[in-house]
């Protein structure tokens, strides 16, 4: 397991250092030194600001808002999911992002994982499947996923018609209590991120740390989906995205709202400094290098903030505010972009985490769809 991948839990009351964030610097406050509010704005504030560079432990709140964004929970029997206020305005999309409350799956993987390549049952993840769609009253609409490969590839869903939808796919669909679910467990499709505009289709990918990007242009009727964990990221994933969204589609970057799933926050989310090296264009990846008109980007969104801890200096990414950074520099604008205030690795008991549970997590499924013109 890779470095960065190691859970690095931070002592509370560890105090943040300056750092060169590309052609900005962090002014956050060393050991000692008192913490000035200004240093730290509240994540809520994040429409009063083009770009930030703090850093904060995002925690759940007792009633159903998330602190750092208008995310909203939601429950059908005993599953859980959250919504954005962006999104509520719009009746012909559904959305959500789940937690790991009311599935099948059993410890290590107990809850709603929708993941069988991890070593869950099969039957479990196939009806936690259905429930999520269930949840969403959209059990009978086909999913497209991706075979997530950590890289900026944008799949683009054109036609009523996907990779993994042919009857010649012995894993198209499965019979689970006299439901067919098409929601297969092996794509075929290599990308991480897809976007469509056709109805009655639900785009879905899994994640347990990793920011689960959902993307809405209602002027184009255009919806998409991201996976952003911190390669995706450094290689523009979020511009990728919303680029092909206009390029396919016509969509405008100013029309979309864009909203960042629960995922990883920097209170939690310690990497090496490759990883940083990696974002600042001071070192490239050996397969599938960014694109070099997403490396300035990349370098100019990144936010790293240093956590002085007893024994080291613990250099933790950012990566909500490097996506926001990154989205906002595609041209989306800033109020139309939601943060999720709410760290997987902090709330283990609501989240799956791969960090928090040292690797052992399942995964929860972020689903977002266009409406069949008639529900």
């Known amino acids: 397991m890779r470095q960065e991948d190691l859970p690095h839990p931070a002592p ?39 770009y930030v560079t703090g850093a904060w432990c995002a925690t ?6 998330f602190r750092g964004a208008n995310l909203i929970e939601q429950q059908q029997g005993e599953v859980r999911y959250m919504q954005f206020s962006h999104y509520l305005q719009f009746p012909e999309i559904t959305h959500g992002s789940f937690t790991r409350l009311g599935g099948y799956s059993k410890t290590p993987y107990w809850g ?22 269930q949840a969403l009253h959209i059990e009978t609409y086909p999913c497209a996923t991706l075979w997530l490969i ?16 042919g009857t010649d796919w012995a894993h198209r669909s499965y019979q689970v209590d006299r439901h067919e679910l098409i929601w297969t467990t092996k794509p075929r499709r290599k990308a991480d991120a897809i976007i469509t505009r056709q109805r009655g289709v639900a785009l879905t990918m899994s994640s347990a740390d990793c920011v689960p990007l959902m993307f809405y242009d209602p002027v184009e009727g255009v919806i998409g989906m991201a996976h952003a964990g911190w390669r995706g990221t450094a290689r523009g994933i979020a511009a990728a995205t919303i680029d092909a969204m206009r390029e ?13 799933g629960p995922s990883i926050g ?16 001071k070192k490239e990846f050996d397969t599938l290098p960014t694109d070099v008109k997403y490396r ?36 989306v604008l800033q ?11 902090c709330e283990k008991t609501r989240f799956f985490s791969h960090r928090g549970e040292h690797g052992k997590a399942g995964r929860f499924p972020s689903i977002l769809a266009l409406r069949n013109e008639t529900g």
């Open 12 to 50: 509370p009351g560890a105090m943040l250092a300056p750092i060169r964030l590309g052609n900005a610097t962090a002014s956050l406050p060393l050991r000692g030194q008192p913490r000035r509010k200004e240093t730290h704005p509240h994540p809520t504030s994040h429409h009063s600001r083009p």
């Open 60 to 65: 759940i709140l007792p009633d159903n808002t």
């Open 112 to 133: 709603l994982n929708v993941s069988y390549s991890i070593g869950d049952d099969f039957e479990n993840v196939l009806r936690n499947r259905l429930r999520a769609l």
């Open 150 to 165: 950590h890289g900026a590839e944008v799949a683009t869903l054109s036609a009523d018609a996907w990779d993994d939808w």
């Open 248 to 260: 396919q589609f016509g969509s405008q970057p100013r029309n979309i709202y864009a909203c960042l």
């Open 266 to 281: 920097s209170c939690c989310y310690e990497v090496t400094e490759e990883v940083q090296r990696l974002f600042l264009g």
């Open 296 to 331: 300035n980007l990349v370098r100019e969104s990144a936010v790293f903030v240093v956590r002085q801890l007893s024994d080291h200096n613990s250099l933790r990414l950012d990566l909500w505010e490097t996506n926001r950074n990154q989205l906002l520099m595609a041209g």
């Open 335 to 345: 109020e139309h972009i939601e943060l999720p205030g709410a760290c997987t690795s």
